[in-house]
T-cell receptor
Framework: AQSVAQPEDQVNVAEGNPLTVKCTYSVSGNPYLFWYVQYPNRGLQFLLKYITGDNLVKGSYGFEAEFNKSQTSFHLKKPSALVSDSALYFCAVRGASGTYKYIFGTGTRLKVLA | GAVVSQHPSRVICKSGTSVKIECRSLDFQATTMFWYRQFPKQSLMLMATSNEGSKATYEQGVEKDKFLINHASLTLSTLTVTSAHPEDSSFYIC????????????????????FGPGTRLLVL
């Protein structure tokens, strides 16, 4: 069965420092991996995805994520955090076997402190 | 980028009434849309997959007679919460699957779900 784990409920980081939001996955076959961000009372905004190709994926708003097959991880990163990055971040996986359902992690709340 | 809208954004209703939520893909056609439910400080829970021109596929534990889904066109899916009760109060989010093809009849080379802004339902 497919699953996604986001081990941290909350991540605090100082403005200007690099940030990492962790995600590990379990899926049969090659995974399709996604990161979304949610601001209060809003829907999800797409940040980036990995399907194939380079392990380092660049996305919106300066975010990037590194796909690591051996560690089954897809951590979200940004070199320099902004206060406006404070939001709820969701990692999601979709199996490549033909199902189009996304399985979401439990979310990680990122707080960037000024 | 692809845009998905939801209407209404907020709705308050009395217990026992029915509420309809619309999900529209504004600049692309979506044969498949998804309906999620999100409780406070929790992740999204997939309720059902909405397929244009056919019956929706519901996830285990989701009452199909309670949550009616209609996907009448390639840009519109509706979720109707029938005989709503306070426990149905939640944040409902839809997504639309966008597929990009190379040439006619080809296998899609790119597929992404785009999410609507959500509808907050409060049942009194």
């Amino acid at each position: 069965a497919q699953s996604v784990a986001q081990p941290e409920d909350q991540v605090n980081v100082a403005e200007g420092n690099p940030l990492t939001v962790k995600c590990t996955y379990s899926v049969s076959g090659n995974p399709y991996l996604f990161w979304y961000v949610q601001y209060p009372n809003r829907g999800l905004q797409f940040l980036l995805k990995y399907i194939t190709g380079d392990n380092l994926v660049k996305g919106s708003y300066g975010f990037e994520a590194e796909f690591n097959k051996s560690q089954t991880s897809f951590h979200l990163k940004k070199p320099s955090a902004l206060v406006s990055d404070s939001a709820l971040y969701f990692c999601a996986v979709r199996g490549a076997s033909g199902t189009y359902k996304y399985i979401f992690g439990t979310g990680t709340r990122l707080k960037v402190l000024a | 980028g692809a845009v998905v809208s939801q209407h209404p954004s907020r709705v308050i209703c009395k217990s026992g009434t029915s509420v309809k939520i619309e999900c529209r893909s504004l600049d692309f056609q979506a044969t498949t849309m998804f309906w999620y439910r999100q409780f406070p400080k929790q992740s999204l829970m997939l309720m059902a997959t909405s397929n244009e021109g056919s019956k929706a596929t519901y996830e285990q534990g989701v009452e199909k007679d309670k949550f009616l889904i209609n996907h009448a066109s390639l840009t519109l899916s509706t979720l109707t919460v029938t005989s709503a009760h306070p426990e149905d109060s939640s944040f409902y989010i839809c997504s639309a699957r966008r597929m990009l093809f190379v040439g006619e009849g080809a296998v899609p080379y790119q597929e992404t779900q785009y999410f609507g802004p959500g509808t907050r339902l409060l049942v009194l």
